[in-house]
């Protein structure tokens, strides 16, 4: 069936490194990816898609890969800040008739300062 | 604050009680989503709502019953529920219909079963 996961539940790194969170789906029909962030105490916030026909996508410190060959997504951020302590999600959300977004199981990630 | 506001933020039932959790949304969007969040596991689509009607529902319990009155305003009514339904429920909304949506949450309700 339908899943996404990710490779590893929590990943620590010094303030001012980069930071890669890696994600796995199984779908190959999905064509649309989402990473949110969520900290403590609040719902998961957007933080960048990707759509199917890319393979790369830079936001502000972010930047998203996606590798339809081995169906692997990753979040990139780069000189790690104390706040972006967070669990990350990625997420599909393919072209189906409703909304309806898989989440996977979510990375820890905690920053060293 | 995302533009999607839930009250309350907390809650603590009897699994007696009856009791109602409520969403709204200031984003002008058109469909509505209830998610559950428990510890370590990830976030479980509950119900979804497109222009106010009912979409998707993912085998959920009968004790959870939603509502959409408006675009705007999504319930979730709670009615004998059991301890394994302690969790963070997250509201959501989108601008609905097919495509590439991002879904905007609220902070949720963190509900407490004993």
């Known amino acids: 069936g339908e899943s996404v996961g990710l490779h590893l539940p929590t990943l620590s790194v010094q303030e001012g490194d980069n930071s890669i969170i890696n994600c796995a789906y199984s779908?190959?029909?999905?064509?649309?990816f989402i990473w949110y962030k969520q900290e403590s105490g609040k719902g998961p916030q957007f933080i960048i898609d990707?759509?199917?026909?890319?393979d790369k996508r830079q936001g502000q410190r972010v930047t998203v890969l996606l590798n339809k060959t081995v169906k692997h997504l990753s979040l990139q951020i780069a000189a790690t800040q104390p706040g972006d302590s967070a669990v990350y999600f990625c997420?599909?959300?393919?072209?189906?008739?409703?909304?309806?977004?898989?989440f996977g199981p979510g990375t820890s990630l905690s920053v060293i300062p | 604050e995302t533009g999607v506001t839930q009250t309350p933020r907390h809650l603590v039932m009897g699994m007696t009680n009856k009791k109602s959790l409520k969403c709204e949304q200031h984003?002008?969007?058109?469909?509505m989503y209830w998610y559950k969040q428990s510890a370590k596991k990830p976030l479980e689509l509950m119900f979804v709502?497109?222009?106010?009607?009912?979409?998707e529902n993912n085998s959920v319990p009968s004790r959870f019953s939603p509502e959409c009155p408006n675009s705007s305003h999504l319930f979730l009514h709670l009615h004998t529920l059991q301890p394994e339904d302690s969790a963070l429920y997250l509201c959501?909304?989108?601008?609905?219909?097919?495509?590439?949506?991002?879904?905007?949450f609220g902070p949720g309700t963190r509900l407490t079963v004993l």
């Open positions: 984003l002008g969007h058109n469909a």
């Open positions: 709502y497109s222009l106010e009607e009912r979409v």
């Open positions: 959501a909304s989108s601008r609905s219909g097919h495509g590439y949506n991002e879904q905007f």
């Open positions: 990707i759509r199917s026909n890319m």
């Open positions: 779908n190959s029909a999905s064509d649309y």
């Open positions: 997420a599909e959300n393919g072209w189906t008739s409703y909304d309806k977004v898989i």
